[in-house]
T-cell receptor, first 113, second 111 residues
């Protein structure tokens, strides 16, 4: 029972490079989201999706793109990496949204130099 | 705007003690409150989810309470063990699919 799978676990990028963080879930959850976690702060929502083909912005969407072509996958794209995007990124899914239990991936530690 | 605060940021107690972690929020119009555990280098694990109509939830040695009127939740851990050492996060669910998070309490249980 895989749950939520995130790849890669670690990544170092140079300023200006682009990359995609992968997220997949096998629980047939409608709701998926991406957060970033910075020291001393709560998790902040980047983007979320309430179902295939539907995405919306969270609290800190600038510099990130998402798409949701299938129920299972919700990739996060960094368009042009900046040092301010150095963070730990978490993908999460839940059955229908914030009022149901959330399941998290293992996280991606991203460093932008 | 909803704000979630967890105090203290860190807590160290001897093994076997009962302890309480605190979470406060500014807007009482919530759908639910969730408590999570985060181990170093790992993802978050959901511990307890309290719906807005509930006062408490229990799972094993954990008990979470919710008082919407005062904007507070507590996570009670009975008979603490070294394996309970982790960061504990609370998150408040609103009506817009979003969870608003506290910064967490880092708990260390000393053997």
């Amino acid at each position: 029972n895989a749950g939520v799978t995130q790849t890669p676990k670690f990544q170092v990028l140079k300023t200006g490079q682009s990359m995609t963080l992968q997220c997949a879930q096998d629980m047939n959850h409608e709701y998926m989201s991406w957060y970033r976690q910075d020291p001393g702060m709560g998790l902040r929502l980047i983007h979320y999706s309430v179902g295939a083909g539907i995405t919306d912005q969270g609290e800190v969407p600038n510099g990130y793109n998402v798409s949701r072509s299938t129920t299972e996958d919700f990739p996060l794209r960094l368009l042009s990496a900046a040092p301010s995007q150095t963070s730990v990124y978490f993908c999460a899914s839940s059955l229908t949204g914030a009022n149901t239990e959330a399941f998290f991936g293992q996280g991606t530690r991203l460093t932008v130099v | 705007k909803q704000e979630v605060t967890q105090i203290p940021a860190a807590l160290s107690v001897p093994e076997g003690e009962n302890l309480v972690l605190n979470c406060s929020f500014t807007d009482s119009a919530i759908y639910n409150l969730q408590w999570f555990r985060q181990d170093p280098g790992k993802g978050l694990t959901s511990l307890l989810l309290i719906q807005s109509s509930q006062r408490e939830q229990t799972s094993g040695r954990l008990n979470a309470s919710l008082d919407k009127s005062s904007g507070r939740s507590t996570l009670y851990i009975a008979a603490s063990q070294p394996g309970d050492s982790a960061t504990y996060l609370c998150a408040v669910g609103g009506g817009n699919y979003q969870l608003i998070w506290g910064a967490g309490t880092k708990l260390i249980i000393k053997p």
